[in-house]
């Protein structure tokens, strides 16, 4: 079935984009009800199905850790009001959607396959949204709204009740400015009893959720928050010292998983290169200085594309930077970022010798 999936997806996968727009047809059609779960603008929604699918195609061997993300995702889809007969109409749209692009190709076992394999998703999304017992989404009210560059903000919100991440967790939001349009974020800081989650937001090209929090969010919003997904997070057994590389906003996974360490006590050795195109870019630099001063096993390392010697900065991008240092054999690796810098950095610490099994990202959010 893992075979028959992988090529007959790599039929249609040239044509994505088509494709997306043929299963929201075929959706729309035999489920006209659920065009009122979607935003008036589709685009940002066929990036993320089209970016959930490949994510499942690509884990389609990997059961154990497809079943956590499908997990995520099914107590995820209860913001949205999905409810059980849906996924049924999901199913005939994907398979439909996929058996006219692929056209004389299709056989009655490449359908088979595909009807199989999304049992087994749509089952355990299922699942685990019957299971879940806590909120659909969590309310939370803008205490903060700094904007610290032209296309760069950070935001600070509380919730009434807490959100049950880890840090290096990430979360959807909706804001009043973009009703129905979710965008992926990752807290900035470990979780706390006061109930704070803190947002670093980098507009984006096309980013219609990013431009309306970086521009337009006020004090006093209100958004909602939706569960956590994501796997990048601390292994409570291991006592392993760690690397972390984190561009631009990227930052944001690394600081909450350092500020978890420090609440937790550890004294796990920490690298923390961060990077961005010019000094300036690096938004945060002054609060992970003092984080260095005031935690010895922590040690933070700038890195600009510009030159950064006036700065005390690594001078290069930083998968080049990183790789200079060595192989890193004997950390675990946290990368994040934007999908180029985490391609582009992931490639350099292989070549540099680096055990891929040591390097960490989120494939799902990241790609």
């Known amino acids: 079935m893992v075979s028959i999936i992988r090529s007959s997806f790599e039929l249609v996968a040239p044509r994505a984009d088509e494709l997306t727009q043929l299963f929201y047809g075929w959706l729309f059609r035999i489920a006209p009800e659920t065009r009122d779960l979607f935003p008036v603008t589709m685009e940002l929604q066929r990036t993320r199905l089209l970016r959930a699918l490949v994510h499942v195609v690509q884990m389609v061997d990997r059961p154990d850790e497809l079943t956590v993300f499908l997990r995520q995702l099914g107590r995820d889809h209860r913001k949205f009001g999905v409810i059980g007969e849906h996924y049924d109409k999901v199913g005939q749209a994907l398979v439909g959607a996929i058996k006219e692009m692929a056209g004389r190709a299709w056989t009655t076992e490449i359908e088979n396959a595909w009807v199989t394999a999304y049992g087994i998703v749509s089952q355990a999304m299922r699942e685990a949204a019957d299971a879940e017992r806590g909120p659909a989404v969590w ?115 690394a600081r909450s998983l350092i500020e978890q360490l420090m609440v937790d006590g550890s004294d796990r050795k920490v690298a923390l290169f961060v990077g961005g195109r010019t000094w300036d870019s690096l938004y945060d630099i002054d609060t992970l200085r003092r984080m260095a001063q005031d935690n010895p096993w922590l040690t933070v390392v700038p890195v600009v594309e510009e030159d950064g010697r006036r700065y005390g900065a690594e001078t290069g991008t930083l998968g080049e930077v990183v790789a200079r240092y060595g192989a890193w054999a004997d950390r675990q690796v946290v990368v994040a970022g934007s999908p180029p810098m985490v391609r582009s950095t992931v490639s350099a610490m292989l070549d540099a010798g680096t055990p891929f099994m040591q390097i960490h990202y989120d494939p799902y959010h990241t790609d």
């Not at 560059?149 to 935001?155: E, M």
């Open 139 to 253: 309310m939370a009210r803008v205490m903060e709204h700094r904007r610290v560059a032209p296309d760069l903000a950070v935001v600070r919100v509380q919730t009434s009740q807490p959100v049950p991440y880890l840090a290096g967790q990430y979360v959807s939001v909706e804001t009043p400015q973009r009703p129905r349009m979710w965008r992926s974020l990752t807290p900035a800081n470990a979780p706390g009893p006061d109930c704070v989650m803190e947002f670093h937001v980098h507009t984006v090209p096309g980013g219609w959720v990013s431009r309306a929090i970086v521009s337009h969010a006020h004090v006093g919003d209100v958004w909602r928050i939706g569960p956590p997904m994501g796997q990048m997070t601390l292994d409570p057994r291991s006592r392993a010292d760690l690397l972390m590389v984190a561009g631009g906003t990227g930052l944001a996974p």
